[in-house]
């Protein structure tokens, strides 16, 4: 086995990251990749991150030649371009513009449960700006109910870009808003992600307890 060329900045709680490990486990180049730790949060910045990701954000990817990799979805697609088996994102036609579209459709409840997270966990309560937390519970409510009417059986098909996007936001609905019992309003995603929850590479990158 050859030492790792690539560094990723990493913390086990956010749903970005973990859909990026889900790849690395999926497509087999875990090996290929250190992991470095970033404890973060909107208002306490990690001083290192930001010298590579000027956002301040995770995951940022480091390649072996120092250039800095950021998003998520810029990380997924470079390290889905490095592996040999069958590509988790479409490369071309119809496919690639439908998978990336519901992967964004995910990407979006990550972002409403992160603000809501970020909101509720960080600014004191009787500053809390209830209309806009109602907003973006919408955001996620409308999202949950086009992937249950709409989505289930291409989720089915194959654990793609878009049902691992899919995966780490209703992972991260559990971990961080179990309040919200999305499983109640949704049969068939709650039956389909208690499935591929069993996944090596699922169950390898659940969010800490
Ligand atoms: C969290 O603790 O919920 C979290 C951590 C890093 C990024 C996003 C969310």
């Known amino acids: 086995m050859s030492a790792p060329s690539m560094t990723l900045f990493h913390n086990p709680a956010s749903p970005y990251v973990r859909k990026v490990m889900v790849l690395l486990h999926e497509t087999g180049q875990l090996d290929r990749v250190t992991l470095q730790h970033s404890q973060l949060t909107p208002v306490s910045p990690d001083a290192t991150l930001n010298q590579d990701n000027p956002l301040g954000k995770i995951p940022a990817l480091r390649l072996a030649d120092g250039n800095v990799l950021y998003d998520s979805r810029v990380i997924l697609d470079y390290l889905d371009q490095q592996h040999v088996g069958n590509p988790l994102i479409p490369r071309e036609g119809s496919a690639r513009w439908r998978r990336l579209t519901l992967a964004a459709l995910a990407d979006g409840i990550m972002d409403a449960s992160v603000m809501i997270r970020y909101e509720l966990a960080l600014r004191a309560p009787e500053k809390h700006w209830d209309q806009w937390l109602d907003a ?3 955001k996620i409510r409308r999202a949950l109910a086009v992937l249950e009417a709409d989505a289930i059986a291409e989720l089915t098909s194959h654990f793609d870009v878009a049902a691992i996007s899919v995966a780490c936001a209703l992972g991260y ?27 090596p590479s699922m169950l390898a990158t659940q969010p800490p307890v």
């Open 173 to 199: 609905l559990d971990f961080r808003h179990p309040d919200l019992e999305w499983r109640k309003t949704h049969p068939q995603l709650s039956a389909w992600f208690t499935e591929v929850s069993l996944r």
């Open 136 to 138: 973006q519970r919408e």
